[in-house]
């Protein structure tokens, strides 16, 4: 027989995936973004790490991350 997935939908939203020099991924809500200088001070991250890169997706798509020593990671955006 057919196998039909059964999650409920949710509805796709952009989001804001952010990369930390420490190897934390994060995401927001496009929405939730403030001007440069609050998000600079309000970023809840530890001391000593920080944003290195930031990219906008959808929660129905998946992102790749390759590491320096070449290993790659799929994520789900929605995760």
């Known amino acids: 027989g057919e196998q039909k997935n059964h999650q409920p939908h949710t509805p796709v939203e ?3 995936v952010e990369f930390t ?3 934390y991924v994060r995401r927001s809500a496009v929405n939730n973004l403030r ?3 609050k998000q600079k001070a309000d970023t809840n991250l530890p001391e000593n790490d920080f944003v290195i890169q930031a990219d906008t997706a959808k929660t129905d798509q ?3 991350v390759i590491t ?3 290993k790659a990671y799929p994520l789900k955006v929605e995760d």
């Open 68 to 70: 320096s020593v070449g």
């Open 21 to 23: 020099y420490r190897g």
């Open 35 to 37: 001007s440069p200088k």
């Open 14 to 16: 952009e989001v804001v």
């Open 62 to 64: 998946n992102v790749v």
